[in-house]
């Protein structure tokens, strides 16, 4: 770790003196106080205040490759292997052959499936957690490469089913509102689940789909075109 000590009158002039020389705001450092100095007696001159500033680093710096070693993908990889192993969770990562075109990009993304037994906390709640988790693997993968990359973290091939399945549900729902010339509302879904809704039946003739509700209670209704 990068430190620097810096000796003024004061604890606080110490550490503007060390900030200036490692060119960093103080919240990228950890402030060791030397001593506080005191002042001197009959005009003799007193001891200085002493200050250590140790820069923070990333704690992912050591582990993982600079970007402009390895391509989007396997740093993508690199960066939920780590992740993985700091949460003491026993899977490895495969990058998928094909690309997937997901809920949330138009362009095709790079799919990392994590394999394992019980993973079931990776994935949470309509798969929130695992939604969270994608989005630190992209924040830092952005953060490595300088650009945004999008990737899919999966588990198990859990969002390839859920997607099917969606996609099923909502062409099923869309005969149904044909046959009964009737709108039907689905039950609530986070928003990725219901962009899934909107896209499996945006290029039908007779159905549209709108999104109603407010927070957790939003929800698809299918209905039929004017």
């Known amino acids: ?19 200036n020389q490692l060119n960093v705001s103080r919240d990228e450092v950890e402030i060791e106080v030397l001593s506080e100095g005191r002042h001197g007696l009959l005009g003799l001159r007193g001891e200085d205040a002493r200050v250590c500033l140790h820069l923070i680093e990333n704690e992912y710096d050591d582990d993982i490759a600079p970007g402009n070693q390895m391509d989007a993908g396997d740093l993508a990889q690199n960066i939920l292997e780590t992740l993985l192993d700091k949460m003491d969770i026993e899977a490895y990562v495969d990058i998928l052959p094909e690309k997937m075109v997901t809920d949330e990009e138009s362009q095709p ?7 394992g037994e019980d993973l079931g906390i990776l994935i ?9 988790l994608q989005q630190v693997v ?23 089913r859920r997607l099917s399945s969606l996609q099923a549900l909502a062409w099923r729902t869309a005969e149904q509102v044909k046959l009964r010339r009737m709108p039907f509302s689905l039950e609530p879904m986070p928003a990725y689940e219901r ?6 039946l945006a290029d039908d003739d007779e159905v549209t789909t709108q999104s109603v ?7 698809v209704v299918v209905v039929l075109k004017e």
Do not use: C, W
């Open 1 to 19: 770790m990068k430190k620097v000590e810096t000796s003024a009158k004061t604890v606080e002039e110490a550490i503007k003196l060390g900030l």
């Open 109 to 115: 993304s790079t799919v990392l499936n994590i394999v």
């Open 124 to 132: 949470g709640r309509k798969g929130q957690t695992l939604i969270s």
């Open 138 to 160: 992209r924040l830092m993968l952005s953060h490595q490469l300088g650009r945004f990359e999008p990737v899919v973290v999966d588990v198990n091939g859990y969002r390839q």
């Open 195 to 200: 962009r899934i809704i909107h896209l499996a």
């Open 213 to 219: 509700g407010f927070g957790e209670s939003r929800k």
